[in-house]
């Protein structure tokens, strides 16, 4: 198959969405398909490098990093038809939606979506108003979505708030995956020392670890007052934040106020090659957020062998087992009790720690890729047509979903 796979974010940008994007890439091209990107340039530039189309674009401050352009007649567009894809994965709702649905619209050919984002908890970076921010992006999305042929979440959480929104079209589960060996690669206890001395964090200690975008909605500071309470009877425990982004100045600030900068220590931005290994200088990876559709870090510190210890969310479907690769927490009081009730128990966390990486092998890149491929199969097969699913293709996907706990319908 020749695909387009179209994204308003992508390298050198890093989130989950490029993530998504460059290991199925990665994992389609391996299966022999032909694959390109259009997406915005982050520089404002319109080039073509590394099977991408880069649109000129500019700068837009709705959200950290975002862009836009007025390129609607780009100069790559007949090229794009005349390479001629058979099927577009569009994995944004907004601008580069535009062009999916334009060349749908003239080639002919459906477009399978993957909804990454629940925007209901992004409304603050619009305006003011939530309400009218709400609309705004449920409108936006909700248009777009209705405007694609199949679409994919990366959870059951984010599929049943599509169904809830009134999206007719069929919507797969497929969890994203990652590569896992690149998590598993264990560092030397020379080397997580060696790190850890850097932030000033001396071999004493025990180190819980925070890794991700540093934005309001990630909830952050519930785990900054759970640190606050949990330090007066332990002092040992430090909270090590790894990642940058736009709430990492109120985070500082609310760490001072609190006189915990010795138990809250802040990284800043850092290499994603070395990601794999600031997760392991952590004995629980720990996380208070509410808003994420698929959570790709924790998935990641299950594959570094880490446990987790994360405020619920539905997102941790198939993800945290109680009590086998991690626990869950409602509150602050719940928060305390179970990691200390993990730190007390040594044999308990070693098995926590093996069964964490065995967990991960559900989440493979590959395995990813596997799926998303028999979803463009449907499509293709089913176009032009219907918004459900054909009735002989029902038992096909039913019996998957018995199959494997990566594939729902």
């Known amino acids: 198959?020749?695909?387009?796979?179209?994204?308003?974010?992508?390298?050198?940008?890093?989130?989950?969405?490029?993530?998504?994007?460059?290991?199925?890439k990665t994992e389609l091209e391996k299966a022999g398909h032909e694959v390109r990107v259009l997406t915005l340039s982050?520089?404002?530039?319109?080039?073509?490098?590394?099977?991408t189309y880069y649109l000129k674009s500019f700068k837009v401050k709705i959200y950290p990093q975002a862009r836009a352009t007025y390129n609607f007649h780009s100069r790559f567009l007949?090229?794009?038809?005349?390479?001629?894809?058979?099927?577009?994965?569009?994995?944004?709702?907004?601008?580069?939606?535009?062009?999916?649905?334009?060349?749908?619209?003239?080639?002919?050919?459906?477009?399978?979506?993957?909804?990454?984002?629940?925007?209901?908890?992004?409304?603050?970076?619009?305006?003011?108003?939530?309400?009218?921010?709400?609309?705004?992006?449920?409108?936006?999305?909700?248009?777009?979505?209705?405007?694609?042929?199949?679409?994919?979440?990366p959870t059951n959480k984010a599929r049943r708030l599509l169904l809830s929104y009134g999206i007719e079209n069929p919507i797969i589960t497929i969890p994203t995956g990652i590569d896992l060996d690149k998590y598993r690669k264990r560092i030397s206890e020379v080397r997580r020392q060696e790190l850890l001395s850097s932030y000033g964090i001396s071999?004493?200690?025990?180190?819980?670890?925070?890794?991700?975008?540093?934005?309001l909605e990630k909830n952050i500071d519930e785990l900054l007052d759970n640190m606050r309470l949990l330090v007066q009877s332990h002092p040992e425990i430090v909270l090590l934040i790894v990642g940058g982004g736009p709430y990492a100045d109120e985070l500082r600030a609310k760490v001072i106020r609190m006189n915990l900068q010795s138990n809250i220590i802040f990284t800043?931005?850092?290499?994603?090659?070395?990601?794999?290994?600031?997760?392991?200088?952590?004995?629980?990876?720990?996380?208070?957020?509410?808003?994420?559709?698929?959570?790709?870090?924790?998935?990641?510190?299950?594959?570094?062998?880490?446990?987790?210890?994360?405020?619920?969310?539905?997102?941790?479907?198939?993800?945290?087992?109680?009590?086998?690769?991690?626990?869950?927490?409602?509150?602050?009081?719940?928060?305390?009790?179970?990691?200390?009730?993990?730190?007390?128990?040594?044999?308990?966390?070693?098995?926590?720690?093996?069964?964490?990486?065995?967990?991960?092998?559900?989440?493979?890149?590959e395995a990813f890729a596997n799926h998303v491929i028999k979803v463009y199969e449907a499509a293709l097969n089913t176009f032009p047509g219907h918004r459900s699913l054909p009735v002989r293709l029902i038992p096909m996907l039913r019996k998957r979903t018995q199959e494997s706990n990566l594939y729902y319908n």
Request: hydrophobic share 40%.
């Open 1 to 24: 198959m020749k695909i387009l796979i179209t994204t308003d974010w992508y390298k050198p940008v890093v989130n989950g969405v490029v993530t998504s994007v460059i290991n199925l």
């Open 42 to 51: 982050p520089d404002g530039r319109q080039h073509f490098a590394d099977d």
């Open 78 to 153: 007949p090229e794009i038809m005349q390479w001629r894809p058979d099927i577009i994965h569009s994995q944004c709702e907004w601008i580069s939606f535009y062009f999916a649905k334009y060349i749908s619209l003239k080639l002919n050919i459906p477009i399978v979506h993957t909804y990454h984002t629940i925007y209901e908890d992004y409304t603050h970076y619009i305006l003011r108003s939530k309400r009218l921010s709400k609309s705004i992006v449920l409108f936006g999305s909700n248009r777009a979505i209705n405007a694609t042929d199949y679409v994919i979440t």
């Open 203 to 215: 071999e004493d200690k025990t180190v819980l670890v925070s890794i991700g975008r540093l934005a």
């Open 268 to 365: 800043g931005m850092i290499s994603p090659d070395l990601v794999p290994e600031y997760f392991q200088l952590g004995k629980l990876f720990v996380c208070a957020s509410q808003s994420e559709a698929q959570g790709l870090t924790y998935i990641e510190a299950l594959a570094s062998g880490v446990p987790l210890l994360c405020k619920y969310d539905q997102c941790l479907e198939n993800v945290l087992v109680e009590g086998y690769n991690g626990f869950s927490f409602d509150n602050s009081r719940e928060f305390i009790d179970k990691l200390l009730e993990i730190l007390k128990n040594p044999e308990q966390y070693a098995l926590l720690c093996k069964n964490a990486e065995a967990s991960s092998d559900n989440f493979s890149k």
